[in-house]
């Protein structure tokens, strides 16, 4: 089993950049695609992006696509969600989860605990 952990939230100012990341530990880490959500309160969690095993394939969210860049550095056990132009919607607790298959999984079985990410306006 997979052990996962963001870091990197925090308060930021509309229009500024946040990087998350998300350190994985307890098994191989590189063989499956990886997803970064987001729950912001009174609603349900939402996909953001996700990332494929060997970090070629990317998806986004369309409310994201263009601002958000998902990535991930096998040799360091990390997935990354590099966040520019932030907006107030995008205040949220983030999670990354690992996918149940190597480029298109279709259940996300580990989840993190989570790291808010709140933008100011």
């Known amino acids: 089993q997979v052990q996962l952990v963001e870091s990197g939230g925090g308060l930021v100012q509309a229009g500024g950049s946040l990087r998350l990341s998300c350190a994985a530990s307890?098994?191989?880490?590189?063989?499956?695609?990886m997803g970064w959500f987001r729950q912001a309160p009174g609603k349900e969690r939402e996909f953001v992006a996700r990332?494929?095993?060997?970090?070629?394939?990317?998806w986004y969210a369309n409310l994201v696509k263009g601002r958000f860049t998902i990535s991930r550095n096998n040799a360091k056990n990390t997935v990354y969600l590099q966040m520019n132009s932030l907006k107030p919607e995008d205040t949220a607790v983030y999670y990354c989860?690992?996918?149940?298959?190597?480029?298109?999984?279709?259940?996300?079985?580990?989840w993190g605990q989570g790291t808010q990410v709140t933008v100011s306006s």
């Open positions: 989860a690992e996918g149940d298959s190597p480029n298109f999984p279709t259940n996300y079985n580990t």
């Open positions: 307890g098994r191989t880490f590189s063989s499956y695609a």
């Open positions: 990332i494929n095993w060997s970090g070629d394939s990317t």
